[in-house]
């Protein structure tokens, strides 16, 4: 969808709208966070110490209700909008500048499993650390399809939250036996003559890192291959996969992927859509109790 912004929101090559929120809710350009909020929490809100602020509209509310915050976004760049309540949706925004006005491009990121390609790698413990590393990437972030954020990085930021993706050795030794014992309790749960000293004490002493095999460490859904999406920034682009981890046997990973696309538009998009479409303004913040569109 293509959406025009009214001139008085478009001011010094800037365009001030605002995006409507959820609990989890990450909006960032493939160099910085623009808005984190986990839960309660806001951790970061650009538009707080933005210089251009004031040129605004709104520009003493850093929310224009309880369910929009409001932002200040540059045209030409790719932004991407995940908010998560119980699920999540994933979006793409673009900004054009027409004359004295704006034109936003909103688009949803296609992240249906069942029609994108699968991959699978086996790699050794350095070439999946290395892979995860999030010192090689401008931006990390790792979320998952129930709407939550697990780990992320920026490095323009300086902010990171979560330990680091792979596990060590060591923390694959005590997330095992953990496993092992959460079945436990849940089949002893079901059929109570399973609790006894022998059951618990298999259940509960851990393996040596040489003998376990075939653990799984991200995924699968219960509903589908995959359950964790990882985003990765690096030199401006941006990198958004479904992704399975399993840990075979020591120094030996198997990881399983499905690359989702993020284009960057064009202005042929705009009059390609201009051509069968008309195109609407955004609606005014104080419109937001109403029903409004994707973007707000």
């Known amino acids: 969808m293509i959406y025009s912004i009214n001139s008085k929101y478009c001011k010094n090559g800037l365009i001030q709208i605002m995006p409507r929120t959820a609990e989890t809710h990450l909006i960032l350009s493939s160099d910085e966070i623009i808005l984190l909020k986990l839960g309660e929490e806001v951790l970061i809100n650009k538009y707080s110490n933005h210089p251009s602020r004031n040129l605004f509209p709104f520009s003493d509310k850093e929310q224009s209700n309880q369910q929009h915050f409001t932002e200040i976004f540059e045209y030409n760049k790719v932004y991407l909008n995940y908010r998560g309540q119980g699920g999540f949706s994933f979006h793409k925004n673009y900004f054009f500048k027409e004359n004295d006005r704006a034109l936003v491009l909103e688009e949803s990121l296609f992240c249906d499993e069942r029609d994108a390609s699968k991959n699978i790698m086996e790699l050794s413990r350095n070439e999946i650390d290395e892979m995860f590393n999030s010192d090689n990437f401008d931006i990390m972030v790792m979320m998952d399809r129930n709407g939550f954020i697990s780990f992320i990085k ?143």
């Open 154 to 296: 920026s490095k323009k930021d300086d902010f990171k939250i979560g330990p680091n993706l792979i596990p060590s050795n060591e923390e694959i030794v005590k997330r095992e036996v953990n496993s092992r014992i959460s079945n436990y309790n849940i089949a002893k749960f079901f059929n109570p003559n399973l609790e006894n000293e022998e059951n618990y004490k298999q259940a509960s002493t851990p393996k040596t890192i040489d003998e376990i095999k075939d653990f799984n460490i991200y995924g699968p859904a219960l509903m589908g291959t995959y359950s964790h999406l990882l985003l990765t920034s690096k030199d401006g682009k941006f990198n958004l996969m479904w992704f399975k981890l399993d840990f075979i046997e020591k120094d030996k990973f198997r990881l399983t992927f499905s690359p989702i696309e993020i284009i960057e538009p064009t202005v042929d998009d705009v009059m390609n859509y201009s051509a069968n479409y008309d195109i609407d303004f955004t609606p005014e913040p104080y419109q937001s109790n109403k029903v409004l569109r994707k973007l707000y």
